[in-house]
C-alpha cells in the first residue's frame, strides 16, 4: 500500500486499529464471512454514525488484485495489524 498523501498512513492506522482489530481482532481473515463483514460495514454507518464516504475508506482498505501476498490470508491490512498490535503489545 502506497500512501498518496503525508496523512494517508495515520488515517489508514485509526481505521485499521479502531475499527478492523476492535471487531476481528485474532480472526482469520479467511474465516470471516463476507455477510458478516456486509453486516459489520452497514453497523459501522447505523450504530457508529460513520458517514458513509468514511465506510467505503474501510471497506476499501484491501490489496489490489494480482498484489503479491505471502500466503492466502496476508493483505496490507492484515500486515499493519499485526505490525500495530506488535507495538501495543510492547508498549504494555
Not at 498484489?67 to 504494555?92: D, I
Amino acid at each position: 500500500m502506497s500512501p498518496k498523501s503525508a496523512n494517508t498512513v495515520p488515517i489508514v492506522e485509526h481505521y485499521v486499529r479502531d475499527y478492523l482489530i476492535e471487531r476481528f481482532g485474532e480472526q482469520i481473515a479467511e474465516d470471516i464471512k463476507p455477510l458478516n463483514i456486509q453486516k459489520w460495514l452497514k453497523s459501522l454507518h447505523e450504530a457508529n454514525g460513520l458517514a458513509w464516504t468514511v465506510v467505503s475508506e474501510i471497506r476499501g482498505l484491501r490489496p489490489q488484485d494480482g498484489q503479491a501476498r505471502r500466503g492466502a490470508t496476508e493483505t496490507a491490512c492484515g500486515r499493519r495489524a499485526r505490525e500495530l498490535r506488535r507495538k501495543q503489545r510492547e508498549n504494555v
